[in-house]
């Protein structure tokens, strides 16, 4: 059975409704969750430590902006390591994590703009529904997969919206 680990900041509003997902995920899939919980820099490594320790076959980012803002601190430990992380922005992998999987932000900020120009032509905030991201983007990064010693299926690269060589 594959054992996964997730890495989660429990100061995060959403960490406990993503965390119920993956775990009923890792159920319905027969595979091992670990989770691990960070909110400071420190408790990041100590959280990658403790994954580590329990031989976690990959990890997992959970969405979170101190997360985004720490970036570069998770590609390296992953790096360390050599345990692949898939990771929940494209801005990870393209600066050399292995794979991500999330909203497109340029989409979202394209409808930041639509509804900015909505209310400036008179709508009502209150009378906009509320959107949620439509669009996702895969993309991964073969450098870093042939750094891991990982063959990255091809059926897989044909889904990825961006694969970085």
Same mark, same amino acid.
């Given at each position: 059975?594959?054992?996964?680990?997730?890495v989660?900041?429990?100061?995060?509003a959403?960490? +406990?409704? +993503?965390?119920k #997902?993956?775990?009923? %995920?890792?159920?319905?899939? #027969?595979?091992?969750?670990?989770?691990?919980?960070?909110? !400071?820099?420190?408790?990041?490594?100590? =959280?990658?430590? /403790?994954?580590?320790?329990?031989?976690?076959?990959?990890?997992?980012?959970?969405?979170?902006?101190?997360?985004?803002?720490?970036?570069?601190?998770?590609?390296?430990?992953? =790096?360390?390591? =050599?345990?692949?992380?898939?990771y929940?922005?494209?801005?990870? =992998?393209?600066?050399?994590?292995?794979i991500?999987?999330?909203?497109?932000?340029?989409?979202?900020?394209?409808?930041? *703009?639509?509804?900015? *120009?909505?209310?400036?032509?008179? /709508?009502?905030?209150?009378?906009?529904?509320?959107?949620?991201?439509?669009?996702? +983007?895969?993309?991964?990064?073969?450098? !870093? %997969?042939? !750094?891991?010693?990982? !063959?990255?299926p091809?059926?897989?690269? %044909?889904?990825?919206?961006?694969?970085? +060589?």
């Amino acid at each position: 059975m594959a054992v996964i680990g997730v890495v989660a900041n429990p100061a995060f509003a959403y960490t +406990e409704e +993503e965390t119920k #997902d993956v775990l009923a %995920a890792g159920r319905a899939l #027969d595979k091992q969750i670990h989770i691990a919980t960070a909110s !400071t820099e420190g408790e990041i490594d100590a =959280a990658f430590g /403790s994954l580590v320790e329990r031989r976690v076959d990959a990890l997992m980012v959970e969405g979170d902006p101190f997360f985004t803002s720490r970036r570069g601190r998770f590609i390296a430990l992953a =790096a360390h390591h =050599a345990v692949p992380v898939m990771y929940f922005s494209r801005d990870f =992998a393209a600066d050399g994590g292995l794979i991500s999987y999330g909203p497109n932000l340029a989409n979202a900020y394209h409808q930041v *703009g639509v509804y900015a *120009g909505q209310i400036l032509n008179g /709508s009502k905030p209150a009378n906009l529904p509320v959107l949620q991201p439509t669009k996702f +983007e895969l993309v991964i990064n073969l450098k !870093t %997969a042939r !750094t891991l010693g990982l !063959t990255v299926p091809d059926k897989l690269l %044909a889904l990825a919206d961006e694969v970085i +060589e």
